[in-house]
């Protein structure tokens, strides 16, 4: 097996996230997604699914706002610091942590108003099974949500050349998605300001789809 398939062999299994939240202690800043605070703010809140809820900061963010939250992730030690998280923010009883891989076990179909997935990169076939799984579970009239890591950004500072399969645009999503049963609202690039490891101004770009089931 090559280096390269040895790496997206191991990457976006448990043991790797594992070892990459315990290294440190935290991995994120702390703050909700930009994207999803763009997009969720105005809508009424209902059922939300966290998808990869990470250390919880989206999480908290629905909760906060009204939205009764599952919060999905395949690494415990994430989760643990989710749940301290929602509950320093008082927030806990709105939120249920659940540790499970999607790929194994699919969310239950037609459930959630909302359905957010933020930086899910996997390799191209898987990727297109779990959103489609994603797809499933949003209630009729509910909102997907999935951003990603632009594949312009493989050429930029953002040091992201390690794996391109994983890349994804909005475009590449919405294709997916049945017209007559999805309205898709965006399906863009979309650039922020951040700053990298090196502490360097840069500019990211995220892969942005928006859509309403009918």
Same mark, same amino acid.
């Given at each position: 097996?090559?280096?390269?398939?040895?790496? =997206?062999?191991?990457?976006?299994?448990? @043991?790797?996230?594992?070892?990459?939240?315990?290294?440190?202690?935290? =991995?994120?800043?702390?703050?909700?997604?930009?994207?999803?605070?763009?997009?969720?703010?105005?809508?009424?809140? *209902?059922?939300?699914?966290? &998808?990869?809820?990470?250390?919880?900061?989206?999480? =908290?963010?629905?909760?906060?706002?009204?939205?009764?939250?599952?919060?999905? !992730?395949i690494s415990t030690? %994430?989760?643990?610091?989710?749940? $301290?998280?929602?509950?320093?923010?008082? &927030?806990? !009883?709105?939120?249920?942590?659940?540790? =499970? !891989?999607?790929?194994?076990? @699919? @969310?239950?179909? /037609?459930?959630?108003?909302l359905v957010s997935?933020?930086?899910?990169?996997?390799? @191209?076939?898987?990727?297109? /099974?779990?959103?489609?799984?994603? %797809?499933?579970?949003? $209630?009729?009239?509910? &909102?997907?949500?999935?951003?990603?890591?632009?594949?312009?950004?493989?050429?930029?500072?953002?040091?992201?050349?390690?794996?391109?399969? $994983?890349?994804?645009?909005?475009?590449?999503? $919405? %294709? !997916?998605?049945?017209?007559?049963?999805? /309205?898709?609202?965006?399906?863009?690039?979309?650039?922020?300001? %951040?700053?990298?490891?090196? *502490?360097?101004?840069?500019?990211?770009?995220?892969?942005?789809?928006?859509?309403?089931?009918?």
């Open positions: 097996m090559s280096a390269y398939r040895q790496l =997206v062999a191991t990457t976006f299994e448990e @043991p790797a996230w594992e070892e990459r939240y315990q290294s440190r202690p935290s =991995v994120w800043s702390g703050r909700p997604n930009p994207q999803l605070v763009a997009e969720v703010t105005d809508l009424a809140p *209902g059922r939300a699914l966290d &998808v990869g809820s990470g250390e919880g900061a989206d999480a =908290v963010w629905l909760a906060e706002r009204g939205w009764q939250v599952t919060a999905v !992730d030690t %994430a989760l643990s610091r989710a749940a $301290a998280h929602a509950e320093a923010a008082g &927030v806990g !009883d709105r939120i249920e942590f659940t540790h =499970v !891989d999607l790929r194994d076990k @699919p @969310p239950t179909e /037609e459930a959630y108003d997935a933020q930086f899910m990169h996997l390799p @191209p076939a898987e990727r297109r /099974e779990l959103f489609g799984r994603l %797809a499933a579970a949003v $209630a009729p009239g509910g &909102v997907l949500l999935i951003v990603g890591h632009h594949p312009s950004d493989l050429w930029g500072l953002a040091h992201r050349m390690h794996m391109p399969d $994983a890349m994804y645009t909005a475009q590449e999503v $919405a %294709a !997916d998605l049945e017209p007559a049963h999805w /309205e898709v609202l965006a399906a863009e690039e979309r650039s922020r300001l %951040a700053t990298n490891q090196n *502490g360097e101004d840069i500019t990211l770009h995220d892969a942005v789809l928006v859509a309403r089931r009918r």
